[in-house]
C-alpha cells in the first residue's frame, strides 16, 4: 500500500502565476488535510476535505487559495497569483476516518521567485 | 483556541546523551497528543501518540506521557543516537476537531559523534 503521494515535489513558480499542488491519499482513505509550513516554523492547519466535500477550510487564506477532492483523483490545492510570501512546503495527510491516525506525505516544497 | 507551545532549539547533544523537549499545550476538552519528527527533506512521520491522561506513548526508544494536571507531554529518551537528528514536532487534535492537528513550532535536534 503506497503511502500518501504529493508532486510535484518541488515547484517554481514566479509572481503572478498559478501553483497547482497534487495529493493522492492512500488507498482507502476518504479523509484529506492540507498543511503549510513556513520556513523555521511549525505546520498550520489549512483545509480539511472529503471526497467531493471542504468540511473545514477555517485556516485557508480567503483570496487566492482554493482545494478540493473530487470523485475521481487526487485532492488539489490552487494557489492563484502566487506572492513571494506563499513560499512554504505543503504537506497533504490522510485518514481512513475522522478519528483515526492521519499519515503524511512528503510535501511539495513551492518557490516564488 | 488551541495552541501547542514546545522549547525553541535547536538543541544539541552528544551521542548517549539524555534528551528532554518540553511541550505544553492548550486545550478544550480532551485531546489527543502526538509526537512528529520530520527528517531533512521528508514528511512527518508519527513518533508516538497518548490519547488519554496518563498514558505513555512509546517508540523507539522515545517516550512521552500525558499530564493532564501539567497540560504537558514532554519527549524523553535515554540515550540519543546521531541518527535521531532531526525536527520534532509535538501536537494535538482536539475530539471535536475532526482529526485536525494543531502543531507547535518544532524543536530541531542535533546529536554529534
Known amino acids: 500500500n503506497a503511502g500518501v503521494m504529493q508532486n510535484p515535489r518541488h515547484l517554481v513558480r514566479r509572481r503572478g502565476q498559478e501553483a497547482r499542488l497534487r495529493c493522492s491519499p492512500m488507498?482507502?482513505?476518504?479523509?484529506v488535510y492540507w498543511y503549510r509550513q513556513l520556513p523555521e516554523e511549525g505546520l498550520k492547519f489549512m483545509v480539511y476535505?472529503?471526497?467531493?466535500?471542504?468540511?473545514?477550510e477555517s485556516g485557508m487564506p480567503k483570496e487566492r487559495f482554493s482545494a478540493e477532492f473530487p470523485k475521481e483523483g487526487p485532492s488539489i490545492l490552487r494557489i492563484q497569483q502566487v506572492v513571494r510570501g506563499d513560499s512554504a512546503a505543503y504537506f497533504c495527510?490522510?485518514?481512513?476516518?475522522?478519528?483515526?491516525?492521519?499519515?503524511f506525505g512528503q510535501g511539495t516544497r513551492l518557490t516564488v521567485v | 483556541g488551541d495552541s501547542v507551545t514546545q522549547m525553541e532549539g535547536p538543541v544539541t547533544l552528544s551521542e548517549e546523551a539524555f534528551l528532554t523537549i518540553n511541550c505544553t499545550y492548550t486545550?478544550?476538552?480532551?485531546?489527543?497528543l502526538f509526537w512528529y519528527v520530520q527528517y531533512p527533506g521528508e514528511g512527518l512521520q508519527l513518533l508516538l501518540k497518548?490519547?488519554?491522561?496518563?498514558d505513555k506513548g512509546s517508540n523507539k526508544g522515545f517516550e512521552a506521557t500525558y499530564r493532564k494536571e501539567t497540560t504537558s507531554f514532554h519527549l524523553e529518551k535515554g540515550s540519543v543516537q546521531v541518527s535521531d537528528s532531526a525536527v520534532y514536532f509535538c501536537?494535538?487534535?482536539?475530539?471535536?476537531?475532526?482529526?485536525?492537528?494543531?502543531f507547535g513550532g518544532g524543536t530541531r535536534l542535533m546529536v554529534k559523534p
Open positions: 495527510a490522510s485518514s481512513p476516518t475522522e478519528g483515526s491516525e492521519a499519515f
Open positions: 488507498k482507502g482513505h476518504s479523509h
Open positions: 476535505l472529503q471526497k467531493e466535500n471542504i468540511i473545514d
Open positions: 486545550a478544550t476538552g480532551y485531546p489527543s
Open positions: 497518548a490519547t488519554k491522561a496518563d
Open positions: 501536537a494535538l487534535s482536539s475530539n471535536n476537531a475532526g482529526n485536525m492537528l494543531t
